[in-house]
């Protein structure tokens, strides 16, 4: 198994990200409040830089103005010729590369958490890369730790053999926070609240490694996206049916042959006709509708997550 390379000195460029998706409301009140008042991300070692993703489509509380900002950090967005043309996510993904990447370059930012939510009734999700993620996993182990209460489960969204898409890819290491149910535009309190502490442990997390600490090696349990599922439509294209009550609200839950994944208009259950289990993910998620996806099919795996040794500090300018 080949790692991401892990980071062998402190981490001092860090950044967090709200309104990637202009319609989670989550993180763009957090970020527009650490705009005005920054110390709440601060720790001894560094300060996390508050980034405001796609401030046209916050401006309009939708999810992107032209495509999704959040799948736009691929090689062929980043490094083609700037055009008038261009959709605003394209050029903005282009603006974020150079302000927290460039991508899979050393002068990258070191971190980048990127905060979303989800209509889906999927927790406290933590979204990483990839099991090959070392750093980010450690930091899901952390999370998992302080707040056994959450229960938070892990998604890694990359397929094999698929090139990173996210915002938090720019950076050396990265971890988005998916928070749900919240309805698009809404914004809760709860989950609000939630956001905020998971924040502060990520930062403490941070600090915790720079200070010296070493983290041990651990097994994890993660969920993996094998394929998604489109809604019943009609020969037209339009919904035929909707999400069946039994699945509605049961992410992260297995899924088995035989089971009813949608009811018909007409009254009809259809049911799930795969081979093995799945655990369903962002069911029924709003923003999925237009992507042709009614829930993402997950396989649940365990592995080894190797030892995280304790950075080198880089010498003092002043030696
Ligand atoms: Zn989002």
Known sequence: M??????????????????????????????????LAPAELQRPSFSAVPVLANPAATAACRRYVDRDLNRTFTSTFLNSTPTPDDPYEVTRARELNQLLGPKASGRAFDFVLDLHNTTANMGTCLIAESSHDVFALHLCRHLQLQYPELSCQVFLYQRSGEESHNLD??????????????????????????MRAL????????????????????????????????????????????????????????????????????????????ESTVYPVFINEAAYYEKGVAFVQTEKLTFSVPAMPAPTPAPSPAS
């Open 169 to 194: 890819s720019v950076a050396k290491n990265g971890l988005g926070l998916e928070l749900g149910p919240q309805p698009q535009g809404v914004l809760r309190a709860d989950i609000f609240s939630r």
């Open 2 to 35: 080949c790692s991401l390379p892990l980071p062998r000195e402190p981490l001092r460029r860090v950044a967090v990200a709200g309104g990637t998706h202009g319609n989670e409301l989550s993180g763009v009140y957090l970020v527009r409040h650490w705009l």
């Open 199 to 274: 924040v502060a442990t990520v930062l403490d997390f941070i600090e915790l490694f720079n200070q010296g600490t070493a983290f041990p090696a651990f097994e994890m349990e993660a969920y993996s996206p094998v394929g998604v599922m489109d809604f019943p439509r009609t020969a037209a294209g339009d919904l035929a049916g909707s999400v069946h009550p039994q699945l509605q609200d049961q992410d992260f839950q297995p899924l088995q042959p035989g089971d009813p994944i949608f009811q018909t208009f007409s009254g009809e259950d259809l049911l799930y006709e795969g």
